[in-house]
């Protein structure tokens, strides 16, 4: 896994406005969220006796750290929206998207998002882990070594590359989404593998949160 805190690689100069390129970054990235929350998630075996150590999600504010910080330097919270509830079977939850300022660039534009879903008793830890299979169905992933009890991480394609990695741990599923620009215009984004390695940090930061 690459450096937990390293970013993006910068250029020395900033431009001074980022214009529309950065309301498409925000408009695809929400999207992105919204699409992987609102995913079909159910219970494959019932019966499970195997208890979940956490009663409830984490809250966006929980959540909130300096690896956060070093990827999306001055973020504002931007998306803090329930999930799920008592009728629902995978559980309930928050969906969070943290974001760089608008307006002139004091950075450049990033964003990361979390779905955090915990899953109730009975089953809990059989439901998050059907959570992470049903999220992860019809993509090309690859498993992360040593991040809660099982990790998948993939990258979605499109004007801007976000990384993204999937994580249970216990009963609690855990989806963290990263993409940045490659410069201050957002003219494109940056490298895949730096993008999906970020990904990766936070993920790791957002586990030892909880």
Do not use: K
Request: aromatic fraction near 6%.
């Amino acid at each position: 896994m690459s450096d937990p805190h390293a970013g993006p690689v910068v250029p020395d100069t900033q431009p001074q406005s980022r214009g529309c390129a950065v309301a498409g970054v925000v408009a695809g990235s929400l999207a992105v969220l919204v699409a992987v929350a609102l995913t079909g998630w159910y219970v494959l075996n019932r019966d499970s006796a195997e208890a979940g150590d956490f009663e409830a999600a984490p809250e966006c504010a929980d959540l909130d750290n300096r690896v956060l910080e070093d990827l999306v330097p001055s973020h504002t919270l931007e998306t803090e929206e329930p999930l799920g509830g008592a009728d629902d079977a995978f559980g309930s939850g928050w969906q969070c998207r943290w974001a760089t300022p608008e307006g002139p660039a004091v950075a450049v534009p990033a964003f990361a998002s979390a779905v955090a879903v915990a899953a109730p008793e009975p089953s809990g830890p059989e439901t998050a882990a059907s959570t992470l299979r049903e999220t992860s169905s019809g993509r090309e992933t690859r498993e992360v070594p040593d991040l809660g009890d099982e990790a998948l991480a993939w990258t979605d394609d499109g004007p801007f590359t976000i990384g993204c990695v999937g994580t249970r741990v216990s009963n609690l599923y855990l989806e963290t989404c990263y993409s940045a620009a490659a410069d201050y215009e957002a003219l494109r984004s940056a490298d895949e593998q730096e993008i999906q390695g970020s990904a990766e940090d936070l993920a790791e930061a957002f586990v030892d949160a909880l």
